[in-house]
Protein backbone atom coordinates (compact mmCIF):
# COMPACT_ATOMS: atom_id res chain seq x y z
CA UNK A 1 0.00 0.00 0.00
CA UNK A 2 1.85 2.96 -1.18
CA UNK A 3 1.29 5.98 1.88
CA UNK A 4 2.42 9.66 1.24
CA UNK A 5 3.31 11.76 4.18
CA UNK A 6 3.65 15.56 4.38
CA UNK A 7 5.07 17.54 7.09
CA UNK A 8 3.73 20.24 9.19
CA UNK A 9 2.69 23.09 6.73
CA UNK A 10 2.69 26.71 8.98
CA UNK A 11 2.00 30.28 8.90
CA UNK A 12 4.23 32.63 7.69
CA UNK A 13 4.36 36.02 7.35
CA UNK A 14 4.72 37.56 3.08
CA UNK A 15 8.41 37.43 1.61
CA UNK A 16 9.06 34.55 4.45
CA UNK A 17 10.20 31.01 3.16
CA UNK A 18 8.73 27.43 4.49
CA UNK A 19 10.47 24.08 3.06
CA UNK A 20 7.38 20.91 2.67
CA UNK A 21 8.51 17.44 2.27
CA UNK A 22 6.85 14.37 1.79
CA UNK A 23 7.99 10.93 2.54
CA UNK A 24 6.11 7.61 0.36
CA UNK A 25 6.36 4.15 1.14
CA UNK A 26 5.49 1.33 -0.21
CA UNK A 27 6.85 2.12 -3.57
CA UNK A 28 7.34 -1.22 -5.82
CA UNK A 29 8.81 0.85 -8.74
CA UNK A 30 11.87 2.70 -9.39
CA UNK A 31 9.77 4.44 -11.95
CA UNK A 32 7.79 6.78 -10.31
CA UNK A 33 6.95 10.90 -10.59
CA UNK A 34 6.46 12.80 -7.83
CA UNK A 35 4.69 16.37 -7.64
CA UNK A 36 3.50 18.82 -5.32
CA UNK A 37 -0.28 20.18 -5.89
CA UNK A 38 -1.97 22.72 -4.00
CA UNK A 39 -5.85 23.97 -3.45
CA UNK A 40 -7.82 27.10 -2.75
CA UNK A 41 -11.21 26.72 -1.79
CA UNK A 42 -13.49 27.96 -4.93
CA UNK A 43 -11.13 26.89 -7.15
CA UNK A 44 -9.50 23.50 -8.56
CA UNK A 45 -6.26 22.12 -7.65
CA UNK A 46 -3.54 23.50 -9.10
CA UNK A 47 0.15 22.03 -10.29
CA UNK A 48 2.93 23.75 -8.06
CA UNK A 49 5.97 21.70 -9.52
CA UNK A 50 6.16 18.02 -10.57
CA UNK A 51 9.60 15.94 -11.34
CA UNK A 52 8.96 13.71 -14.57
CA UNK A 53 10.13 9.95 -15.26
CA UNK A 54 13.38 11.78 -16.78
CA UNK A 55 14.08 13.90 -14.21
CA UNK A 56 12.45 17.05 -15.85
CA UNK A 57 10.87 19.61 -13.50
CA UNK A 58 7.64 21.70 -14.27
CA UNK A 59 6.70 24.82 -12.17
CA UNK A 60 3.34 26.87 -12.36
CA UNK A 61 4.30 30.38 -13.94
CA UNK A 62 3.00 31.62 -10.30
CA UNK A 63 5.93 30.06 -8.51
CA UNK A 64 8.47 30.19 -11.15
CA UNK A 65 12.06 31.43 -9.50
CA UNK A 66 10.13 31.51 -5.71
CA UNK A 67 9.79 27.60 -5.15
CA UNK A 68 11.88 24.73 -5.87
CA UNK A 69 11.18 21.13 -6.00
CA UNK A 70 13.85 18.50 -5.01
CA UNK A 71 13.64 14.43 -4.62
CA UNK A 72 15.93 11.45 -3.45
CA UNK A 73 15.00 8.35 -5.12
CA UNK A 74 16.33 6.89 -1.55
CA UNK A 75 13.63 6.54 0.93
CA UNK A 76 11.31 8.55 -2.08
CA UNK A 77 11.44 11.85 -0.59
CA UNK A 78 10.53 15.25 -2.46
CA UNK A 79 10.72 18.84 -0.54
CA UNK A 80 9.40 21.86 -1.89
CA UNK A 81 11.48 24.85 -1.07
CA UNK A 82 9.30 27.84 -0.83
CA UNK A 83 10.92 31.53 -0.71
CA UNK A 84 9.39 34.70 -1.23
CA UNK A 85 5.98 33.71 -0.36
CA UNK A 86 3.33 35.92 -1.03
CA UNK A 87 -0.54 35.81 0.33
CA UNK A 88 -1.91 34.34 -2.68
CA UNK A 89 0.22 31.19 -2.05
CA UNK A 90 -1.62 30.41 0.56
CA UNK A 91 -3.43 27.02 -0.08
CA UNK A 92 -3.75 23.29 1.28
CA UNK A 93 -0.58 21.54 -0.36
CA UNK A 94 -0.54 18.15 -1.15
CA UNK A 95 2.04 15.74 -2.07
CA UNK A 96 1.76 13.49 -5.20
CA UNK A 97 3.04 10.57 -6.03
CA UNK A 98 2.52 8.42 -9.77
CA UNK A 99 4.09 4.96 -10.44
CA UNK A 100 5.18 4.18 -14.12
CA UNK A 101 5.75 6.49 -16.95
CA UNK A 102 3.27 9.13 -16.57
CA UNK A 103 3.92 11.85 -19.28
CA UNK A 104 1.96 15.04 -17.98
CA UNK A 105 -0.67 15.27 -14.86
CA UNK A 106 -0.58 13.92 -11.47
CA UNK A 107 -0.11 10.08 -10.66
CA UNK A 108 -3.18 8.38 -8.84
CA UNK A 109 -1.42 8.79 -5.06
CA UNK A 110 -1.97 11.40 -2.78
CA UNK A 111 -0.97 12.71 0.69
CA UNK A 112 -3.34 14.09 3.68
CA UNK A 113 -2.42 17.86 2.78
CA UNK A 114 -1.02 20.40 4.67
CA UNK A 115 -2.10 24.22 5.28
CA UNK A 116 0.25 26.93 4.28
CA UNK A 117 -1.12 30.48 5.37
CA UNK A 118 0.62 33.14 4.40
CA UNK A 119 -0.15 36.96 5.82
CA UNK A 120 0.42 40.25 4.66
Known amino acids: QVLLVESVGGLVQAGGSLRLSCVAS????????MGWYRHTPGKQRELVAR???????TYADSVKGRFTMSRKNTGYKSYLQMNSLKPEDTAVYFC??????????????WGQGTQVTVSS
Open 26 to 33: GITSNTNV
Open 96 to 109: NLGIGWIPSGPGGF
Open 51 to 57: IGNRGDT
